[in-house]
């Protein structure tokens, strides 16, 4: 069986060229590139330099808002923190996004554990062998029934709330309340993370050697200190934050088509917009790459006709 | 040599099939259809060029460490060009993508030149990515703990953890950049291989 040949399709298909040919030297082209290019990022690297805002530590956001510091503290204690009811991979708090009924992050589970009570809060006050009073409080939590438990978190929770809740003298001070040990908890964790000694007992929590941020990033990222930076730096999702840069460099400039889509009503107050927009991206991404393949698509180019600009030597040319 | 070919040597085999795909006068041509004669063209090499210096600083970064560059003036100094080559990478790649769109440049045989480039250019955002994660300072801090939860709600957070520094380092600067390389170089052999596309044959009419 022979195939019948295909039609011309002017989108799809070229003749073979018979006309004249030019000299061109593709070696010295990629020469002369590559040194316009070392040029002209000297030139930008001498003139704009490049941002390096130091990274933040537990110590600096605790001793620069210890208050919001404790706040973050007693909602990973309750369970309330972002972290605490995440969902996968960390834990099974929640159900994760989902689309069309699907939900990817919990069919493939958890797989990097956390437990956000006991690494972020408990763990660390227990590794403080020297505070007697932080232990005698962490074997009376530890004992007590979760709904006492539960009662205590929920009244320290309120009280540190509260307008007068400050940190004065090396404490904490909040109102008075049903907390039991949990006010001793809280404030032994701020003191240590005052102190540099929590940044390193989560780092270090495991091994000697670590190279993985995980845990102290998600603690850090339950706070209000790390986003408010964020903020004046206009790195926010709903400032177009993944093109952005500290300070006024250019950032990842080619995500503006992801970051776009966190703004656009709809996507930006659905629960499901991470993955609803990675979707899209993804979608999007393999109709690029198939371009050449989807009729209509591929006409554009011939359609617009910006092709008589690139080649308008050669038309020119043409009788 | 006239020795007669034989059928089942697989190296022989082999090496034919490479001549026949890019003889030396196809790979590196002294000379090209009078067609190509744009600026637009300078773009692929452009390109080219400004991943030399972004594989170049980076070498330099790799040799002193991921965090040198905080606290030594030159080490900053190759950061900058390190980030500024990357900066015009991405704009000589993106007018180079147009450029090739509005040249339907896919014609004749090279939807997988076109897809070659579209993939390295995905690869190419998922470096640039790793590649602020890898920064060590406030900006990996913010980028990380906000990407994650885009990764995370596709699963794909499980095995990709993007608050994993180390994880993401070796991403950066081992196997992401060798994807890189590798389709820059099947996406140039291809094109070597295929020439360079013609211009729509115009009638009276416009393009037929
Ligand atoms: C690292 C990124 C890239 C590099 C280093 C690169 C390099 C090159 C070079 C050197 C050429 C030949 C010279 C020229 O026509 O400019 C070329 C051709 C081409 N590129 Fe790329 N490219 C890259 C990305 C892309 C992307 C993102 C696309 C489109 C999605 C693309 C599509 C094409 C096509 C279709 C050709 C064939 C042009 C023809 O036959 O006339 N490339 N590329």
Redesign the pocket.
């Known amino acids: 069986m022979t195939k019948a040949p295909k039609r011309f399709n002017p989108d799809r298909d070229v003749a073979p060229w018979t006309g004249p040919m030019r000299r061109y030297d593709i070696a010295k082209e990629v020469t002369i590139c590559f040194l316009v290019v070392a040029v002209l990022t000297v030139g930008l690297a001498v003139v704009f330099s490049s941002p390096d805002d130091k990274a933040v530590t537990l110590q600096q956001w605790a001793s620069a808002t210890p208050v919001d510091f404790a706040t973050t503290a007693i909602a990973e204690l309750d369970g309330t923190s972002g972290t605490a009811g995440y969902g996968g991979p960390y834990n099974t708090a929640s159900p994760g996004q989902s689309i069309l009924g699907v939900s990817p992050s919990t069919i493939i589970g958890v797989h990097i554990p956390v437990d956000a009570a006991k690494d972020f809060v408990l763990s660390p006050v227990a590794a403080l062998p020297d505070d007697p009073l932080a232990q005698q409080a962490l074997r009376s939590y530890r004992s007590a029934t979760s709904t006492q438990r539960a009662t205590w978190d929920a009244a320290y929770e309120t009280a540190i709330a509260s307008q007068a809740a400050s940190y004065r003298d090396g404490h904490l001070v909040v109102p008075l309340g049903n907390y039991g040990p949990v006010g001793v908890i809280v404030n032994a964790l701020t003191q240590m993370a005052r102190s540099g000694a929590l940044d390193a007992t989560m780092l270090t929590e495991q091994r000697f050697f670590s190279t993985d941020f995980t845990k102290p990033l998600l603690f850090l990222s339950d706070g209000n200190y790390l986003a408010n930076k964020a903020a004046i730096d206009h790195l926010q999702g709903d400032q177009w934050g993944m093109m952005n840069e500290t300070g006024s460099w250019p950032g990842q400039a080619w995500l503006w088509l992801y970051t776009m889509w966190y703004q656009v009503p709809g996507l930006s107050t659905s629960p499901n917009a991470d993955l609803q927009v990675w979707a899209i991206m993804m979608v999007l991404t393999v109709v690029?790459a198939c371009i050449p393949l989807i009729p209509g698509l591929r006409s554009i180019p011939r359609w617009t006709r910006v092709y008589r600009l690139i080649w308008r030597a050669h038309y020119a040319a043409k009788p | 040599m006239t020795s007669t070919p034989n059928a089942t040597n697989w190296t022989g085999a082999l090496r034919r099939s490479a001549e026949r795909a890019l003889p030396p006068e196809k790979l590196l041509p002294e000379s090209q259809p009078s067609y190509v004669a744009s600026w637009i063209?300078?773009?692929?090499?452009l390109?080219?060029a400004a991943?030399g210096i972004i594989i170049a600083t980076g070498f330099v970064l790799a040799i002193m460490g991921p965090t040198w560059w905080h606290h030594s003036s030159t080490g900053h100094f190759i950061n900058s060009m390190h980030l500024w080559s990357v900066e015009l990478f991405f704009a000589f790649?993106v007018i180079?993508?147009w450029g090739?769109f509005f040249?339907a440049?896919?014609r004749g045989n090279?939807v997988l030149?076109?897809a070659s480039?579209?993939v390295?250019?995905v690869i190419?955002i998922a470096t640039a990515f790793t590649g602020y994660l890898s920064q060590t300072n406030y900006d990996s801090q913010w980028i990380a703990t906000q990407a994650k939860d885009g990764i995370n709600a596709t699963g794909g957070g499980a095995l990709f953890n993007v608050l994993n520094f180390g994880q993401m380092l070796m991403w950066h600067i081992t196997l992401l950049p060798l994807g890189?390389g590798i389709l820059?170089v099947l996406?140039?052999l291809l094109?070597r291989h295929?020439g360079?596309?013609p211009p729509f044959a115009e009638t009276k009419d416009g393009a037929k």
């Not at chain 2, 063209?41 to 090499?45: I, K, L, P, R, T």
């Open positions: 690029l | 063209y300078v773009f692929g090499a390109t080219m991943l790649m180079h993508l090739k040249m440049a896919w090279r030149t076109w480039g579209v390295t250019f190419s890189v820059v996406h140039v094109v295929r360079v596309v």
